[in-house]
């Protein structure tokens, strides 16, 4: 079964630190270009973050709000992406979404999505 | 930073067909993709690449791009099509990616 299944979520005080993890299953982990994205309660889907393969030099993105406090990373042996997360601040709280679009062999797109994580961030 | 604008509401009755733009400066050059969610669950693309569609979405499902918009077209809208949708690009860069602010879809 192609999957993705987050851990890591809590709760955590205001310049806490936390780290969430992916595992990925039934696709080619090690080819994928993998990203992290969140919602806060209530609102829009926001992109994170994206790590890019092995293979293509395995790059790292971020978006603006989280630039300089959150770091994404992987390991492939284990089919595992990672975030973590420092200085978090209240506007961090979100369920967290690792999610991938890749080309099957044909070209057609396949879309994975975990069930996400919850990160409250409260004092 | 590089935005997509959506409208925050459609609403349609069954059987009509439902319109949600997407509007970026960097569109006439990059891809739009766009994503259902529907309450409590997680995105599931819809549309990709503009035009295309992953397999197991419905054909009455199809989307097009002109200039500086993207359009989602759903043909013949049906009551289990009511969520919020979401369309996503990149920034002129090709490497930042934006989620639009979300269209409510409702079907009734």
């Known amino acids: 079964e192609v999957q993705l299944v987050e851990s890591g979520g809590g709760l955590v005080k205001p310049g806490g630190s936390l780290r969430l993890s992916c595992v990925g299953s039934?696709?080619?982990?090690?080819?994928?270009?993998m990203n992290w994205v969140r919602q806060a309660p209530g609102k829009g889907l926001e992109w994170v973050g994206r790590i890019k393969s092995k293979a293509d030099g395995e790059t790292r993105d971020n978006a603006a709000p989280v630039k300089g406090r959150f770091t994404i990373s992987r390991d492939d042996s284990k089919h595992t992406l990672f975030l973590q997360m420092n200085s978090l601040q209240t506007e961090d709280t979100a369920v967290y979404y690792c999610t991938t679009l890749m080309k099957d062999n044909a070209g057609d797109a396949v879309d994975i999505w975990g069930h996400g994580t919850m990160v409250i961030v409260s004092s | 930073s590089y935005e997509l604008t959506q409208p925050p509401s459609v609403s349609v009755s069954p059987g009509q067909t439902a319109r949600i733009t997407c509007s970026g400066d960097?569109?006439?050059?990059?891809?739009a993709y766009w994503y259902q969610q529907k309450s409590g669950q997680a995105p599931v693309l819809v549309i990709y690449?503009?035009?295309r569609r992953p397999s197991g979405i419905p054909e009455r499902f199809s989307g097009s791009s002109s200039g500086a918009m993207a359009t989602l077209t759903i043909n013949g809208a049906q009551v289990e099509d009511e969520a919020d949708y979401y369309c996503?690009?990149?920034?002129?860069?090709?490497?930042?990616?934006?989620f639009g602010g979300g269209t409510k879809l409702t079907v009734l």
């Open positions: 690449e503009d035009t």
């Open positions: 960097a569109l006439p050059k990059k891809y």
């Open positions: 996503c690009s990149t920034d002129s860069s090709g490497i930042q990616w934006v």
């Open positions: 039934g696709f080619s982990f090690t080819n994928a270009w």
